[in-house]
């Protein structure tokens, strides 16, 4: 998608603070963090939202989830975290390519919004 900011993250065109990559995911820092640890895990593959995830992209996301698992201790987050996913327009979701939140480094308050 050649208008679409994190696919323009994913091919370097606009810059980021990576924290992990690999041939399908991408984990970068979120720009306006909302704790003091805030990335977000990206799939390489333009989808839009979790409305618009297929049958065939159910190891993808299953994928992204292992790689937060994997990811926890080296972003500091051994007293846990949260992840975050914001679908459609009533669900906040302001980018439309699929993203997880991933927030932690500090209590976080329930329930969201
Ligand atoms: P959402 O509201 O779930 O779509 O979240 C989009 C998130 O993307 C927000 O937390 C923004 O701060 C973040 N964001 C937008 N542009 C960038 C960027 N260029 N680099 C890093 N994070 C970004
Ligand atoms: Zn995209």
Redesign the pocket.
């Known amino acids: 998608m050649s208008d679409c900011?994190?696919c323009k993250?994913i091919s370097g065109e606009?810059?980021?603070?990576k924290a992990y990559e690999d041939e399908k995911v991408l984990v970068?820092?979120?720009?306006?963090?909302?704790a003091p640890v805030?990335v977000?895990v990206i799939p390489k593959k333009h989808i839009k939202s979790m409305a618009d995830i297929k049958e065939e992209d159910l190891s993808l996301i299953g994928h992204i989830h292992w790689v937060i698992h994997n990811l926890a201790d080296e972003l500091g987050l051994q007293e846990g975290y949260r992840i975050?996913?914001?679908c459609g327009k009533a669900?906040?979701?302001?980018?439309?390519h699929l993203?997880f939140?991933v927030l932690g480094g500090r209590t976080l308050s329930w329930p969201a919004g």
């Open positions: 900011i994190f993250i606009i810059p980021s603070k970068f820092h979120d720009i306006n963090p909302a805030h977000l975050v996913n914001n669900g906040g979701q302001e980018v439309p993203h939140h």
